[in-house]
């Protein structure tokens, strides 16, 4: 099981933009899917951006324009870059890991809060 340390969380104003990093530890390349959910308060986790294997993104409805996720695999590092942040994009992102063998990884989470 991989062990995901997630950082770059804060608070930002509406328009702002942050960029959320996911540390992996041991290899990056075993991977069947890697990215991004979020979990707002009162609500389930959802799906923000995430990468298959195959190099496929996909992306959150309200998230597809401005968000982009990337691998940086020689700092084994997923980036989740945001920009135009609303409100409603205020939760705590996790980064999720699932191996070859469909076994998940989560991260902590880190806190991002968009006021308007």
């Known amino acids: 099981q991989r062990q995901l340390v997630e950082s770059g969380g804060g608070p930002v104003q509406a328009g702002g933009s942050l960029r959320l990093s996911c540390e992996v530890s041991?290899?990056?390349?075993?991977?069947?899917?890697i990215g991004w959910y979020r979990q707002a308060p009162g609500k389930l986790r959802e799906l923000v951006a995430l990468?298959?294997?195959?190099?496929?993104?996909r992306y959150s409805e309200s998230g597809k324009g401005r968000f982009t996720v990337s691998i940086d695999n020689a700092k084994k590092t997923v980036y989740l870059q945001m920009t135009s942040l609303k409100p409603e994009d205020t939760g705590v992102y996790y980064c999720?890991?699932?191996?070859?063998?469909?076994?998940?990884?989560w991260g902590q989470g880190t806190q991002v809060t968009v006021s308007s």
């Open positions: 990468v298959s294997r195959a190099g496929d993104k």
């Open positions: 041991g290899s990056i390349f075993s991977f069947n899917v």
């Open positions: 999720r890991y699932q191996d070859i063998s469909f076994k998940d990884s």
